[in-house]
């Protein structure tokens, strides 16, 4: 069973309308060439190549990749850490109810994950308990800073001691990358936006000691840990020569990174082998990034093509969603 971990929706429930006419609620807008582009007072998105709104399509297109089943989450672009608290969390609620329903719907194709409004973090400890106990949702996604503030600091603390004691995976998916105002032409934002802004998010959960405090976290970073991996000999160089990296922690960097989990985008064979022999077959995750064209078109053939070993594909596959989401395989049987 392939289990794809990282794919988008745009829920109906969250769109503008007459009785919903709020500035921050997106807009779905299809062009001649049935692109998809969405929108509200504050971004643009887009051309989205594949279906991100009606679940059928959805379901179909997970079919035509070989995904037997994918975690759904809320496109990135709507976790709304910048709305005042209140109005956040009802945004992340009409998301998960939603999300929720969808999963009543197909329970053989989609698994839950949620969001919370981690701008208050009080708040996000309620809705957290709420997606866990009462949508029966094994995972949240999460950004990898809120308003600027990055994950490690002790303010989300209290976040994280809840996710802890409720034994939820958390994925993290950049956002609002560093130094985005230096990246604008050639797509870098993204191209390189994204890699470098989820290893600042990872230096922050390990120099933070988050991880001592925590260490039953189940954290896993999008596209493949962006730049850190590459850089883990560096983290543990520094560790070593210099006073400030022992702050907070006293392992070498590199410890803390093997706690963490890893998804498979990386767009290159030899890179998803490396990250598989830095970290071992059981951190690392199937991935598309559905809908998005930064995904790769055909995620399973991609790790099945990367030269590793079949054993290594099965738990890449599906084996270690099954473990990490606690995930029942005959739930997902065919009827």
Known sequence: MNIDVHGHVVVQEILRSEAHPEGWRPEVVRDSAGRVFVRNDYFVNGPIPKEIVEWPKIIENLDATQVDVMAVSPSPFLFFYYLDPQAGLYACQVQNDAIAQAVAQYPRRLVGMGIVPLQDVRL????LERVVRELKM?????????LGAYLGEE???????????LDVFVFVHPEDPIGK???????????????????????????????????RLKLCFAHGGGAAPYIMGRFDHGFRMRNEPKANIARLPSEYM?????DTITHYGP?????????????????????????????????????LAEDVQRKILGENALRLLKLDPSAFSPA
Not at 138 to 146: F, I, L, Q, T, Y
Not at 155 to 165: I, L, M
Not at 292 to 298: E, H, T
Request: hydrophobic share 45%; net charge negative; with cysteine.
């Open 124 to 127: 996000a400890v309620k809705e």
């Open 258 to 262: 093997h706690m963490l989990y890893y």
């Open 138 to 146: 094994p995972a949240v996604e999460v950004g990898s800073n809120v």
């Open 271 to 307: 890179a998803l082998e490396y990250l598989v022999q830095c970290f071992g077959p059981e951190h690392v995750v199937l991935a598309s990034d559905y809908p998005f064209d930064m995904g790769p078109q055909q995620p399973v053939e991609f790790v099945r093509s990367a030269g």
């Open 155 to 165: 303010r989300f603390w209290p976040f994280w001691e809840a996710v802890e004691t």
């Open 181 to 215: 105002d230096r990246l604008g032409p050639y797509y870098l934002i993204n191209l390189v936006g994204n890699p470098i802004e989820t290893a600042r998010c990872i230096a922050d959960v390990v120099f933070s000691g988050l991880l001592d405090r925590f260490p």
